[in-house]
């Protein structure tokens, strides 16, 4: 009991952490906006503006991501970044808190077009993987095979891990989402999608062969 419940708790922390860090960032960023910005907005026009630091915080995020946006801002945001990570204590907290973030970034999920299975680090031992695309060009004509481009990421930090040129019989497709398959590796397997064989059209039978499950979707074939 007490195992589950640490489980849980632990499942917790990991879903809720993106969302917890950005909400303090911003929480900071308004205390700090509404606190020191704000008096000096009353002392030039003379009085307070109600909901002055909120129209400040959101117009600062805007005004960064726009900079993000441009040659000359994500020059200063690179100038950034190099400071806090010179810095030891500082860079392991934002390094790992850019990575978590950048793992439940919508562009990073629409670059991976399905979750798999693949026999890795060798044959009868099973790990989560991302297909980015069938493998174009020499390196399909050389192998023999129709090879399709796989990433497979590491726990805790699922921006980092392997580029493999996987057969696509080898490749097991999976129905959850990319999310639910990041969430799964971010958490070690403590996170993870559920699944009813009854509501998926089509399942296979009772007793079905491994082979079988090696469906290929329709955008590869």
């Known amino acids: 009991m007490l195992k589950k419940l640490r489980n849980y708790f632990m499942a917790g922390i990991i879903v809720l952490l993106p969302a917890a860090v950005t909400l303090y960032f911003l929480w900071l960023l308004f205390n700090f906006l509404d606190g020191y910005t704000g008096k000096i907005f009353i002392k030039l026009i003379g009085w307070d503006i109600p909901g002055l630091g909120l129209l400040l915080t959101i117009a600062t995020v805007l005004i960064v991501g726009l900079l993000a946006s441009s040659l000359v801002g994500r020059t200063l945001i690179n100038f950034f970044e190099n400071i806090m990570t010179r810095i030891p204590l ?14 439940f970034n919508m562009r990073n999920r629409e670059a991976f077009r399905h979750v798999v299975m693949i026999e890795y680090p060798r044959r009868g031992i099973y790990a989560l993987a991302f297909t980015t695309g069938e493998t174009k060009g020499e390196v399909q004509e050389k192998t023999g095979h129709t090879v399709i481009n796989v990433f497979l990421p590491t726990t805790p930090n699922p921006t980092s891990g392997f580029f493999l040129l996987v057969p696509q019989e080898d490749i097991i497709y999976l129905d959850m989402t990319v999310e639910e ?3 799964m590796i971010i958490s070690g397997g403590i996170v993870t999608p559920p699944f009813s064989k009854s509501n998926k059209e089509g399942d296979l039978e009772e007793g079905a062969s491994k082979e079988n499950l090696r469906c290929v979707p329709e955008n590869l074939k």
């Open 181 to 183: 398959g990041l969430k």
């Open 90 to 103: 500082i860079r392991s907290i934002y390094l790992t808190v850019k990575k978590v973030v950048e793992a």
